[in-house]
């Protein structure tokens, strides 16, 4: 992907995604808030969606590509892309979250990985190591870096505990528009693709199985779910790149990132 198609951000620019991605994180950690036995997937959607509006925003999910709700809840063996509906979520189930709001011409985008109740401590492990995954590869998201050096960091903390990194779906850039160049795979080799640049704005998002890495995308055209019934989480912040390093950009005033 050429430099020259991604999009480097102004101060005025970088400041609109700031508040973006605020809001952004408050939404995904209230849609956190509310995971427990009982509760039903349309709940928290419902609830994100009023959220994100009360600010004078919109949901960036919602009519995406004819996405129909504003939140992706994706439970158990759903990696991504879950629509909200009447399930009931039940004592053990391990929930991701995806949420993303527009304001101020630019978007926030994030998820996380919940348990609900008591989990298994493999499914707790499986949540923990997503979540640090991208931790680890955002170490690489230094100026002169190369986007790949990113996922490689991911693939290799990922698999060192046996997991698999999802192949078919990746981190985006992402601004005035949700998805952006440059494509960031959470996989494959350092040393490729662009470099990154104070001012790029990107997504990085581990998607994680605790099986094999193969994915299915359910006759709902959007469901996706592991092709093995493995257990899968998904852990995503809108970072920005600075002189001195990556900012988290979705995270909530008090400083939380989940």
Avoid at 113 to 133: F, K, M
Avoid at 206 to 228: E, F, I, N
Wanted: hydrophobic share 35%; glycine share 12%.
């Amino acid at each position: 992907m050429a430099l020259e198609m991604i999009s480097l951000k102004s101060p005025r620019e970088i400041e609109a995604m700031r508040r973006a991605g605020r809001l952004t994180a408050q939404a995904r950690a209230l849609a956190g808030s509310m995971v427990r036995p009982g509760i039903t997937t349309h709940e928290i959607d419902r609830a994100v969606r009023r959220f994100i509006e009360s600010h004078g925003a919109k949901p960036s999910f919602l009519g995406y590509g004819g996405f129909p709700a504003s939140t992706c809840v994706s439970v158990n063996e759903v990696v991504i892309h879950g629509i909200p509906n009447s399930r009931k979520l039940e004592e053990g189930d391990i929930v991701s979250i995806d949420v993303g709001a527009f304001i101020g011409g630019f978007h926030g985008d994030c998820a996380a990985t919940y348990p609900c109740g008591q989990v298994s401590e493999a499914a707790q492990r499986l949540i923990d190591v997503t979540q640090q995954s991208f931790w680890e590869g955002i170490k690489n998201a230094r100026r002169g870096c190369r986007v790949s050096d990113i996922g490689h960091a991911v693939q290799v903390y990922v698999e060192s505990f046996g997991y698999s990194v999802v192949r078919d779906f990746v981190g985006h850039g992402v601004g005035s528009k949700m998805h952006e160049p440059p494509e960031v795979r959470n996989f494959g080799p350092a040393g490729h693709g662009p470099r990154l640049q104070p001012g790029m704005t990107i997504a990085v998002e581990p998607m994680v199985c605790a099986g094999d890495y193969h994915v299915r995308v359910l006759p709902d055209k959007w469901t996706t779910v592991s092709q093995d019934g493995s257990l899968a989480a998904h852990y995503e912040n809108t970072i920005l790149i600075t002189e001195d390093g990556p900012e988290i950009l979705t995270v909530t005033e008090d400083g939380t990132y989940v």
